[in-house]
Structures are given as C-alpha cells and as structure tokens.
C-alpha cells in the first residue's frame, strides 16, 4: 500500500558527496516522519536521520549530513557530505505513517540503496 523508492547510491572516494531521495508513493493517508536508516554488513540497522517536524541526526553524521524534505512530492533527500570509509552501508527509507486503510501509524521501508565509501 505504501512503495518507498530509494536512489543515488553508489561508489564514492573518502571525502567525497553524494545525495540519496526517496520517493513514497501509495495510499497515503498521513505521514508523522520520514527518515534515513543504515545497516552495514555484520550490524545492526541503525537511525542516520529523521523528520518528523524537527530533523534530528545521529551524532555519527552530524554536520556532514542534511536531510531535506519535499512534501508536495512526498519525497525526502539526504545529502551526503565528507563521506568516511565508515559511511559505508545499505541506506533505508523510512515513513511512520497512515494509509486509507490503517487505523493506526506503521513504519514502511523501502529496499534500500547501498553506498560505498572506498578509494
């Protein structure tokens, strides 16, 4: 009921950018918060950035990472700034929200858009 399209991974050098968006599409009824999770190989999925009015990032990418959001397009964008070898994960979308035919709030993921960090 909800598609959660994610796109722009890729490979990246050390210290180099790159801008993931996600696009929701489907019968959405409300949307409380969008957000960003990464899991990296061998770890668990972990919270990168979120916004449900107020934007709040894990302290791990702050100041390198802005996250953006286009409610017209039901779309949110995460820029990616002085990436580290560490960065290196799948990077998940997010929607805490409704459909026409939910009764209550529901997380929905999309499938994911791997990133690489390497030189």
């Known amino acids: 009921q909800v598609q959660l399209v994610e796109s722009g991974g890729g490979l990246v050098q050390p210290g180099g950018s790159l801008t993931l968006a996600c696009a929701a599409s489907g019968r959405i009824r409300s949307i409380n918060a969008m957000g960003w999770y990464r899991q990296a190989p061998g770890k668990q999925r972990e919270l990168v950035a979120t916004d449900g009015g107020s934007t709040n990032y894990a302290d791990s990418v702050k100041g390198r990472f802005t996250m953006s959001r286009d409610n017209a397009k039901n779309t949110v964008y995460l820029q990616m700034n002085k990436l580290k070898p560490e960065d290196t994960a799948t990077y998940y979308c997010?929607?805490?929200?409704?459909?026409?035919?939910?009764?209550?709030?529901?997380?929905?993921w999309g499938k994911g858009t791997l990133v690489t960090v390497s030189s």
């Open positions: 997010n929607l805490y929200g409704r459909t026409w035919s939910t009764y209550r709030d529901t997380d929905y």
